[in-house]
Nanobody, 125 residues
Framework: QVQLVESGGGLVQAGGSLRLSCTTS????????MGWFRQAPGKEREFVAA????????NYAASVKGRFTISRDNAKNTVYLQMNSLNPEDTAAYYC??????????????????WGQGTQVTVSS
């Protein structure tokens, strides 16, 4: 069974930065496309960023492009989300997700097979 564990969330002032980590166990990490999603109270889960197995391709939501960077270290079975220039609208629970398939939209949360428990990011004005 695949298990994902996020870390790195917390409180930060607007304009600050955070780096989220997601460590994966089970199966072979390099076989999975990885994604980050977020969900704020009263809102649906939304796509943030995704990365392919080798890290050769990335995808970002328009709202975070230029501010967030997704990366992975297959030797450490870990995917990262570097978040810069944070604003209060980024406040949400952030979830790491994994999927085996390489086809189909990486922006659709229903296409992912495994999920972490989430880590809270709160950005104050």
């Amino acid at each position: 069974q695949v298990q994902l564990v996020e870390s790195g969330g917390g409180l930060v002032q607007a304009g600050g930065s955070l780096r989220l980590s997601c460590t994966t166990s089970g199966r072979t990490f390099s076989n999975y496309n990885m994604g980050w999603f977020r969900q704020a109270p009263g809102k649906e889960r939304e796509f943030v960023a995704a990365i392919t197995q080798s890290g050769s391709s990335t995808n970002y939501a328009a709202s975070v492009k230029g501010r967030f960077t997704i990366s992975r270290d297959n030797a450490k079975n870990t995917v990262y989300l570097q978040m810069n220039s944070l604003n209060p609208e980024d406040t949400a629970a952030y979830y790491c997700a994994a999927r085996r398939a390489i086809w189909g939209s990486m922006r659709n949360p229903h296409n992912y097979d495994y999920w972490g428990q989430g880590t809270q990011v709160t950005v104050s004005s």
